[in-house]
Each structure stands twice: as structure tokens, then as C-alpha cells.
């Protein structure tokens, strides 16, 4: 039997030479179109969802729902119980994905009969109408509109999860049930919604996009670093500690305080790795004006002593908790490692902050020909944006220059030793008393510039490498 000629002469032929009579099937193959589109675009709804409700911000959607939105309580609500929620609309568009293919074979069958060649293109047809009109196209639809997606559909999927409630229930059963037998033998760790590198590069998209501005991402990004980031790379060096020995008389101690823009300053009786306390200035100037053979013991507030490997996010809630405002640095045996205070807190978030008598220049100095002389103490994010660059390593911005150069070498450089960070030769320039005051950085052009972004881990066989 010739099938592909039977469609060609009922294409061609009168309604009485196919065989059937169309005056008596027209209005139930009408009917049969109509529910046909019907499940389709139902199926288009129910992908919809479930691309919406998959994509949509939930922070966003949290916020409206505390102020009051009804369909935004809606769409949390969806969101609580998503699993369910998703089970439901897999039914849901499983079930209109069938009806419509059922329905189609039903209406070629009435049009063209029975045969293998309407069958396979009605397949053919079917498939491609409902993977554009029920998937692919409201899907992307919703994925770029996902939170109006999400507060629209939020009542249809609510209805459908109590509606289809016995099955919705009967197969998240199976699949917990088969879940937990796949976990006897692979063990699965829950994956958290977003990872910190994810944050990173939401961050630089926003930046990109115009939703923040340069300094508003280096902040985000030092938020993050924050609670990654140790005492020891923010405190002041032992070396640069102005601090006051107890001996001193009260003149002395007076000249100190006028050279000096402190606030406070550590007290220590014969060495530094002897803090009885800490003066407040304002507290001092006070009293001597009442007194001026007063006690500079009897006006001290203890020592507060730290680890230099604490995080300076739980030292910052200690610090507030005792009210402390200056804690000494010291090491397991007790020696003075540097000092900390909540201005190196608030510096590591934005950036250094620089007093009336700070001389700025002096930190960031212009040599010519892409070369800089930089303080090591300003943060990477500084001197990159100082150049006019990005950072090479984003999760070390919010960083100390000498922090970095601290862990390439592991221990303190001589001077003239190099190293680069990707598009920055970084070279030692002045070492005193065990103390980098300057750094040359010199901006390589893309020629020049190392194939490895950052070789901060590498190891230097030219002795540059941590000992």
C-alpha cells in the first residue's frame, strides 16, 4: 500500500474520494486542535515556572514579601517547598506534553488514517511544536524575567502542588527513598546556593554592568576578604610601635605626646615585651593639668594581648565586647609582635586613612617609564587603582603590599630581590632594621609579563623563594 500516495490524493482529491466524510469530523477535529493548543501552551506555563522560580532572586523576593506583597509571599512560599513544587510542575508538564501528543495522533489519524508514515511525522511535528512553544521559548522567556515570572505563576503553582498533592507525595517518596540508597554507596555533600568565588565574580559583573562603581566593589570584595584575613597582616610592625616607657618622667613623656597624632599609645616598662598598658593622651593631658606629677600607672588601662594568627573578625567582636580599642600583637612566648587597633580594622575594609599629617605623595611616588614608588603598607587594591588596573589576584586586594611580600619570600626580603605578581615586577628598594619602608612596582607591558598570572606560591630558583 502506497501511504505517501493516500496523503498526496486526499491533499489533492475531493473530500469523497479519501474515504471520509469531513463534513461530519470538521467541528471534532476543531475541538481536537483547540485542546491541542490548550496543552501546549499549558506546558508552556508550567515550564515557565519552573525556569522562573529556578532563576529568580530570592533575596529580592524575601525583601518584597517582609514589606507585605502578597505574591511575593506567594513565590517565597513556592520556594520553601521547592522540591515539591518542582515535582508538581514535572507532572503537571509531563501530563500536557502527553495530552498534546496524544491529540495530535488522534487528529492526523481522522485527517490522513491510520499508517507508519502519519505516525512518524506526527511525532516528528509534535515534538518540535512542543519543545518551542513548551519549553524552549517560554523557558527563555522566563530565565530573563524570572522575578515577574516567579510573582505572577506563584498562585498557579501553589494549586497545582495541592492539587496533585497524592502524587506529588508518592513520588518524593521514591525519590528520597532512592536519594538516600544512592548515598549508601556515593557520598553527596550539600553544595551551598552561591560560593565565595561565585560572589567574586557576581561582584565584578555588577561593577561591569554599572550597578556599583570601582570603589564600591573594592569594598564588597574587602568585606569578603575580611573574615579571611589574619592579625598579623594588618597589625603595626614591631618596629614602627611608638610607644612610651614607664620610666619616663611626665616632660618627657609631654614631648612625646606633641610629636606624636596618636590617640593612644602602648606603655611598656623596660622593653617591648613588657606591655603594662595602654595611655589614653586625652586622659594624660587631663590630669597633669589637675596635677602635673601625676602617676602615669595609676592612669593606664590594662593590656589587652592577641594572637597573631586570630581572625580579625572574631578580634573585632572581642575588641568591642571589652571595649578595647588597642591590642598588642604577642606570640606564644609572649613577645611584642606589633600592635592592632580598630582604625587597621576599618583601613582593611577601605582602604588607608590618611590624616591631616600624612603626606600622600610620599606613599605613591611616580618614577616614569610605568615605575612607582609605593609604602608597603598601602593595599594591593590601593596601588592598583593608584596605576589604574585591576588587581591580579581579586581575593588579595584588600590586602597590605607588605603582607603579600611577607608570604612570597617567608621571611624578611634584601633589598633588590624581584618578584612579580602578574602584571607587576615588584622589587625591593629600602630595608631598615629589619623593615621594608619601599618597594619599587613597575607595570610590565603584555610582552613582559610572565605567562603565570601569579607566581605568589611559586618557587624561585634564584633564592627568591620562601626559605
Known sequence: MDTDGNIRSFLSAPSSATGIDLSQNWQGILW?????????????????????????????????????????????????????????????????????????????????????????LTTVITTVIVFLFSEMIPKSFANDRSETTALSLGWL??????????????FTLISKGFSKFISLFVKVDKEPSITEDELYDIIDTIEEEGVVNEEQSDLLKSALDFSETYAKDVMTMRADICALDSALSNTEILKIIKKTTHSRLPVYEGDLDHMIGTLQIR?????????????????????????????IDDLLSVMRQHKCYLAI???????TQGLITIEDFLEELVGEIWDEDDVVDKNFVKLGGNRFRVNPRMTMGEVCHRIGIKPPDKRRAARPLLSIILEYFGRIPEEEEIFTLGELEITIEEVEENKITAVDVHLLSPETTPDAPDNLHAEDEEGGAAE
Open 329 to 335: 600583637v604577642s606570640d606564644e612566648e609572649g613577645h
Open 157 to 170: 503553582v501553589i494549586f497545582l502542588m495541592r492539587f496533585f498533592y497524592p502524587l506529588v507525595w508518592f
Open 32 to 120: 481536537l486542535t483547540l485542546l491541542f493548543v490548550i496543552f501546549v501552551i499549558a506546558g508552556g506555563f508550567f515550564g515557565a515556572a519552573e525556569s522562573g522560580f529556578s532563576a529568580m532572586n530570592k533575596i529580592r523576593i524575601k525583601a518584597k514579601a517582609e514589606d507585605g506583597n502578597r505574591r511575593a509571599k506567594r513565590a517565597l512560599y513556592v520556594d520553601e517547598h521547592f522540591e515539591k513544587a518542582l515535582t508538581t510542575l514535572l507532572i503537571s508538564g509531563n501530563i500536557a506534553h502527553i495530552a498534546a501528543a496524544a491529540l495530535a495522533t488522534v487528529i492526523a489519524t481522522r485527517l490522513f488514517g491510520e499508517s507508519e508514515t502519519v505516525t512518524v
Open 283 to 311: 586622659t594624660f593631658i587631663r590630669e597633669y593639668r589637675k596635677n602635673n606629677t601625676v602617676d602615669l600607672r595609676n592612669l593606664l588601662i590594662p593590656p589587652f594581648h592577641v594572637d597573631p594568627n586570630a581572625k
